[in-house]
Every structure is written in C-alpha cells, then in structure tokens.
C-alpha cells in the first residue's frame, strides 16, 4: 500500500489548518490542535494527516469491490 502523501498544515493562530493537494481538508483547534503539533513532530506527518482527516485506506478496498452489491456498478 502507497503511503499517503499530498497534506500540508498550516498553524493560524491556535488552530490548525489541514489541506489536501491544496484543498482544505480539516481544521484542528484546542487540545486536538496541540497534540497534533506535538504528534507531527515524532510521526510520519502525512500519515498522521491522513488518519486525522480520514483521508486513509482502511485495506479493505478491493474486498468491498468484490461484495455483491457493488458489483454491477
């Protein structure tokens, strides 16, 4: 599986602003705010980003492909 990439953060004031590939994705305030700057300092930022705007594979793509429901799509 690739790892994400494509995220940026910028800090305005005490919030954090997420975007994806130029597009805001989340803004970050408070507590979530400041352990994210924490985080991003130890993990992978683009992984960290991804987990925390949703933006992620869960793995199970292909399977869902393969589900009967989906497949006349």
Do not use: C, K, W
């Amino acid at each position: 599986m690739r790892s994400p990439e494509g995220f940026e953060y910028v800090e305005r004031g005490d919030a954090v602003v997420i975007t994806h590939h130029g597009r805001p994705a989340t803004t970050l305030r408070g507590r979530r705010a400041a352990d994210f700057l924490e985080d991003v300092e130890t993990e992978d930022p683009q992984e960290l980003m991804a987990r925390l705007t949703g933006n992620y594979r869960h793995g199970n793509e292909r399977q869902a492909r393969q589900h009967p429901r989906n497949r006349g799509r």
